[in-house]
T-cell receptor, first 115, second 112 residues
Framework: GAGVSQSPSNKVTEKGKDVELRCDPI?????LYWYRQSLGQGLEFLIY????????KSGLPSDRFSAERTGGSVSTLTIQRTQQEDSAVYLC?????????????FGSGTRLTVV | SQKIEQNSEALNIQEGKTATLTCNYT??????LQWYRQDPGRGPVFLLL?????KEKRKERLKVTFDTTLKQSLFHITASQPADSATYLC???????????FGTGTRLLVSP
């Protein structure tokens, strides 16, 4: 597609439920990133996928968080047993390749509210 | 510890003036530094990238400087317009474009 697409745009869930957030990157972009942004805070790195390499999961805050990227394209971020502190905007970005100066292209994010 | 600092207070300027935003960092040796614009309810939009061996980069009304000795980048918008009002984020890459670390951003308000 023309841009990075994320769905849903908004998600309200009850504490303890599992949620899945989807990211459809720009076609041909080999790198895909997940960040989250809490109100008034900066972007917090969560996980990074590059081609067929093992993902960099160093930013995942707990083992309730996981992500996968199927076929080098679409990615799903799963949060199990959601907690209120998981409420944030989850942003996905993709980029053409490492080492080049094209910047990231971000989606508009999924606003997650845990009640 | 590693830090990226941007002025948390909003910058208010009048239309037509030059806006200057600051990004300071500590305990990083970035290969790249990038600037993004973020509007409410939207994801950040990439504006400019400057490499560690570049002192200055320009794009239309935008200019970025990068001083690796001072560990500082300045972001300038000349002839500012109300449409430039947004939050501007700086981001560092120290590992060859693998993952960016973002500052918290500075909100710019340009008054007519």
């Amino acid at each position: 597609g023309a841009g990075v697409s994320q769905s849903p745009s908004n998600k309200v869930t009850e504490k303890g439920k599992d949620v899945e957030l989807r990211c459809d990157p720009i076609s041909g972009h080999t790198a895909l990133y997940w960040y989250r942004q809490s109100l008034g805070q900066g972007l917090e790195f969560l996980i990074y996928f590059q081609g067929n390499s093992a993902p960099d999961k160093s930013g995942l805050p707990s083992d309730r968080f996981s992500a996968e990227r199927t076929g080098g394209s679409v990615s799903t971020l799963t949060i199990q047993r959601t907690q209120q502190e998981d409420s944030a905007v989850y942003l996905c970005a993709s980029s053409a390749q490492t080492g080049e100066g094209n910047g990231y292209t971000f989606g508009s994010g999924t606003r997650l509210t845990v009640v | 510890s590693q830090k990226i600092e941007q002025n948390s207070e909003a910058l208010n300027i009048q239309e037509g003036k030059t806006a200057t935003l600051t990004c300071n960092y500590t305990n990083y040796s970035p290969a790249y530094l990038q600037w993004y614009r973020q509007d409410p309810g939207r994801g950040p939009v990439f504006l400019l990238l400057i490499r560690e061996n570049e002192k200055e980069k320009r794009k239309e009304r935008l200019k970025v400087t990068f001083d690796t000795t001072l560990k500082q980048s300045l972001f300038h918008i000349t002839a500012s317009q109300p449409a430039d009002s947004a939050t501007y984020l700086c981001a560092l890459d120290s590992t060859g474009f693998q993952k960016l670390v973002f500052g918290t951003g500075t909100r710019l308000l340009v008054s007519p």
